[in-house]
């Protein structure tokens, strides 16, 4: 157990629907990190949060949005979803505000769009 | 922006073989390089890592070294076991608060009994 947790695991919607990811970073870790993880892919880095501020962005759509909240909890917001958006979206944490440190991976959520 | 390739994609090897798995990077201020372990269906762990000041880092049967001059990196895992079958990434950041951790698009090692 990282002690990164996500909701929900699982979650199937149609197309132009809109869902959110949660994410609770471990006990202490101050950034939150979303990476998208298609099948049989590598891991896209979507977007990154230092407490409560935006830190680093990716090749995230316009489409998604993320939020870090006072409690550092983050959401990640997938809207107007297309096929293409299937996949499994991992949230990760760490203490370092810098990319130089262990990432904690949560268990993921698996998003199918149908 | 940093991009890292990583070959081969898929590996197998012989249950006590050696296996080496190679990364590249582009970007030559990167200074951290983590390395890490996906078994199927779950999350990604760090394995080990190693900063731009060190040439060589082991840890037990996993070793990494990193030549800063080519810009590429290796992980070598010795005595292969079944359990060492996974998909393993590597991964490249540069100092500073607003990068970002980068990973190559992995190696599916599977190690045969």
């Known amino acids: 157990d990282s002690g990164v947790t996500q909701t929900p695991k699982h979650l199937i919607t149609a197309t132009g629907q809109r869902v959110t990811l949660r994410c609770s970073p471990r006990?202490?870790?101050?950034?939150v990190y979303w990476y998208q993880q298609s099948l049989d892919q590598g891991l896209q880095f979507l977007i990154q949060y230092y407490n409560g501020e935006e830190r680093a962005k990716g090749n995230i759509l316009e489409r998604f949005s993320a939020q870090q909240f006072p409690d550092l909890h983050s959401e990640l917001n997938l809207s107007s979803l297309e096929l293409g958006d299937s996949a499994l979206y991992f949230c990760?944490?760490?203490?370092?505000?810098?990319?130089?440190?262990?990432?904690?991976f949560g268990e993921g959520s698996r998003l199918t769009v149908l | 922006g940093e991009n890292v390739e990583q070959h081969p994609s898929t590996l197998s090897v012989q249950e006590g073989d050696s296996a080496v798995i190679k990364c590249t990077y582009s970007?030559?201020?990167?200074?951290?390089f983590p390395w890490y372990k996906q078994e199927l269906g779950k999350r990604p762990q760090l394995i080990i890592d190693?900063?731009?000041?060190?040439g060589e880092k082991k840890d037990q049967r996993i070793a990494v070294t990193l030549n800063k001059t080519a810009k590429h990196f290796s992980l070598h895992i010795t005595e292969t076991q079944p359990e060492d079958s996974a998909v393993y990434f590597c991964a490249a950041s540069r100092p500073g608060g607003y990068n970002k951790l980068i990973f190559g698009a992995g190696t599916r090692l599977a190690v045969h009994p």
């Open positions: 190693i900063r731009s000041n060190v």
């Open positions: 990760a944490s760490s203490v370092l505000q810098e990319n130089t440190g262990e990432l904690f």
């Open positions: 970007d030559s201020a990167s200074n951290y």
């Open positions: 006990s202490g870790d101050l950034s």
